[in-house]
């Protein structure tokens, strides 16, 4: 069974900024961003791309044509050979009946009830709906699909099944929470054999959004709301939180089965509402580092306490031992490991897919479920990998570096020369981008298309935020570390890997002079584990760089500029290398240097 799962919208960001003001910092407060395509084939997943990365507009939410025409040009296939499209949103007539419903006993002005009413109203006719979605699928790629063969999948759904595909798909209780998706922001429930049990009463709606209300205090921060809430994790480092805490003491109630509200509701549509409100709490707003890092402080304790919550409740429910936690509000990273720890589920998985990246392949995994036989002949017959993506072999790295004429010189080696020539760059303070087989999936870089650097270096985050990324100075880069030495580094408590980023430790005293560059303010680092199974080449230079340094870990950052996605192409890789002050890029086996002219 061959399954296309595809997410994006080509009018919805032009609605959304018609109707509802998503233009300028607000640009992302809509649906449909982290469009994408995955290919499902037997069960395996064989491709998945996000069209940001093929279009290189951050978060895009248009259709994503690039992305669907690679999917079935990477597994030599037409849209003739699909057997079903999976779409991870279910706009039905019911389901906008029941919001229309929500929206008019919510308490609102009525002006604002009714312009509300009538452009989601329109939004689902003209836009989200499934006769607007299969219109549009035919408009972008020439093909009419038969609308008997498109399975529309409930967002959260999508997220869960995402999660519990890319850990094996073992039985599991599950949180999902983001923003908002058709109806509701957070779901709960459970997995057995391949079939969702959502726990009804313990569902929260788009009024009561953890997700939406961080991105408010995003935006009141001065970042950008639905883009910048990692920025906000990484302030609250530099600050404790405040005691009493006016979120939680004063702004949210916690009620049975994991419910929670908010004394004042969202205003989703307004995202400047609860402004005076901050400013209430924590005083007028000022542009220093002490004020935001307290606002932000109290940000991340309150997230912990609803989520907390939330998992208490499915304890009690569910007599699982795995817990999946997916959706936006998942790559808090730095509140998944209290989360874990404070539990008394034996594991907890966050996938490289948690976000809206992820739900082209949990629409995928759900119709495959759905529409397959016996549970036998549901399993997934290979390892889940991030790198999914879009890869170039030499031919067409040496044409694009001959493209790029006298700005570049490079040299070819073997996989051993390059591992023995960059790790002895390594030693120094030298910035260096990494690029090689296929793009990973997902909103972090995994080691394929990833930036590297030695953080035994105090003032290395400083050159790579400041003359690389240009981004703030107070924001830390992760570490990649083998997966088997993790634990001698970071105090991981009951978590043995960390392969995607999705959790935060402690570093072990003794380590802290080690890897200065790679420690946050507050002692912790947001890891990467490795395996020889999943990186081999690069597992391979990390052991060769710390023969050399005593340095068990290297700096991994996105292969990118601030505002712009991670590299795909070879001629994305040299524009970014070209562009900013990275020393050295390795493509493939192509170790290339900026000429001179160009330095």
Known sequence: MIILGCNGFTRVSQFFAE?????????????????????????????????????REKKTTDFPVGAVQWCLESAGLQFSDIDLIAVPWNWSAEVVDELLADISAAPMAPDAKQYLLSNIAELARRVVGPEAILADFAARTGFTPDPDKVVFVPHHLAHAMTGYYLAGMPDSAFLVSDGRAERFSALLGEIRDGRIRVFEE?????????????????????????????????????????????????????????????????????????????EQFFGPFQDTLEYKSRVAAAAQEMLYVLTSHQIRALEAESDLNHLLFEGGVALNCLNNTPLFEGSRFDEMDVSFGASDTGIVLGAAVYAWLEHSGTAGERQATAPVTPYLGPEYDDSAIERTLREFGDRVGWTRLSDDEVVDQVSKLLTEKVVIGWFEGRIEHGPRALGHRSILANPKFPDIKDVINTRVKHREPFRPFAPLVLESEAPKIFEMGRKTRSPYMTFVFPVRPEFHEVIPGATHVDGTSRVQTITDRDTPRLAALLRRFTALTDVPCLINTSFNVAGEPIVCTPADALNCFLGTEIDYVVLGNYLVTKAASVV
């Open 19 to 55: 109707h509802f003001g998503a233009v300028g910092i607000d640009k992302h407060y809509l649906m449909g961003h982290d469009a994408g395509a995955a290919l499902l084939v037997d069960g395996v997943l064989v491709a998945a791309v996000e069209e940001e990365r093929l279009n």
């Open 202 to 278: 313990s569902t929260i709606g788009a009024e009561y959004s953890v997700g939406i209300l961080f991105s408010a205090i995003t935006r009141f921060l001065g970042f950008v709301p639905n883009n910048d809430e990692y920025k906000v994790m990484g302030l609250s480092g530099y600050a404790a939180p405040p005691s009493p805490n006016p979120f939680v003491e004063e702004f949210i109630e916690l009620h049975e089965h994991g419910r929670y509200a908010f004394r004042r509701p969202l205003e989703t549509d307004d995202p400047h509402s609860l402004d005076p409100l901050f």
